[in-house]
């Protein structure tokens, strides 16, 4: 079934238009990967993507966020995966992620933010919940753990302020049961204001998780 899509459609580089796959080798080695990470808050160079000072950390709840590239770096292929499923796409985000992943903790517990629900009727997949899937075969002793989702009542984000996306989001997102929680993984594709990390690193560690890493492919 592939082979005769790719007969049909054939596949083209996001970046360039050359066929035979979603970013051609040369398009990929020009996007820019983060080689160091930034406090969240004040974006200040450090190693590991924590916070600088308690002043830093004091609006988050999340401990740390992992980057692997800014936002305008692989928009095309964020965007193509949004709205498309696509394995190939998902094997060019792996490797981006395990270039960032080589100092993270394994023994985590593996854990994707929810998708809005009219989103994933819409796409049919939780693009959030395919990285993760990639990162526990990327890291040693990790275990996936899907167990937030989003209440239906609440408005899309997009569409919304931070003041307000804040507001919209809390109490939104809800955990089913689940083990016992402790270092977390919080998978997602893209941070913008950081609403969505928080709130899922709230609820996190309402349930028992001692230390969240969110991980994102780009920052916006
Ligand atoms: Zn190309
Ligand atoms: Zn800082």
Redesign the pocket.
């Known amino acids: 079934m592939n082979f005769l899509l790719d007969i049909f459609f054939p596949k083209v580089?996001?970046?360039?238009?050359?066929e035979g796959s979603d970013?051609?080798?040369?398009?990929?080695l020009k996007i820019d990967i983060r080689k160091n990470q930034q406090c969240p808050h004040c974006k200040r160079e450090n190693a590991n993507g924590k916070f600088c000072s308690n002043h830093c950390q004091k609006d988050y709840l999340f401990d740390q966020l992992i980057v692997c590239a800014d936002y305008s770096q692989i928009k095309n292929l964020i965007i193509k995966f949004k709205y498309k499923f696509s394995k190939d796409l998902i094997k060019i985000f792996t490797k981006l992620l395990k270039n960032e992943l080589k100092n993270c903790t394994s023994g985590a517990h593996v854990v994707p933010a929810p998708i809005h629900k009219k989103n994933f009727k819409k796409r049919g997949f939780n693009q959030s919940l395919l990285l993760a899937k990639a990162i526990t075969q990327i890291l040693p002793n990790t275990k996936l753990i899907d167990c937030l989702s989003e209440k239906e009542s609440r408005s899309q984000q997009a569409h919304l302020d931070r003041s307000h996306r804040l507001n919209n989001l809390k109490n939104s997102i809800t955990i089913t049961p689940h083990p016992q929680l402790k270092n977390i993984l919080l998978i997602d594709d893209i941070v913008t204001t950081g609403s969505t990390l928080n709130e899922c690193s709230r609820v996190l560690k309402n349930a028992g998780a001692k230390h969240v890493t969110a991980i994102v492919l780009a920052r916006n």
């Not at 580089?13 to 050359?18: D, N, P, Q, S």
């Not at 970013?23 to 990929?28: L, N, P, S, W, Y």
């Open positions: 580089c996001v970046e360039c238009g050359k970013i051609c080798d040369e398009c990929f």
